[in-house]
């Protein structure tokens, strides 16, 4: 295990807490990084935007759709959330709420 996939695991929890991914599309540009770090989380749509993806790979595009972040993408997901330049992914522990990456981590 890398050095930053351990610092990704212990900002999740020592305890494997459950996290959850969302996009807000408001702010997404349309980049398509989300896209090559996750492709099996996120998704393009034809407006040009990314949505998250659900467990059979269906596009979830309601506002504020929610999807779990496996423990083996954990790493792409956060990667995607730190490198968005709309800086519209969210990722937050399921149990609180909390976010741990993205722009309103604190």
Do not use: N
């Not at 990704?8 to 807000?24: N, S, T």
């Amino acid at each position: 295990m890398s050095v930053q996939q351990e610092a990704v695991q212990q900002v999740a929890g020592a305890d494997g807490a459950a996290l959850e991914v969302w996009i807000d599309q408001d702010l997404c540009t349309g980049d398509g990084i989300c896209a090559q770090y996750a492709p099996e989380v996120f998704e393009l749509d034809i407006d040009g935007l990314a949505y998250v993806k659900g467990g059979d790979g269906e596009l979830l595009q309601d506002g504020g759709a929610t999807v779990p972040v496996p423990l083996p993408l954990l790493t792409d997901v956060v990667d995607s959330a730190k490198e968005c330049p709309g800086e519209c992914i969210h990722v937050r522990r399921v149990s609180d709420k909390v976010e741990v990456y993205g722009p309103d981590a604190g």
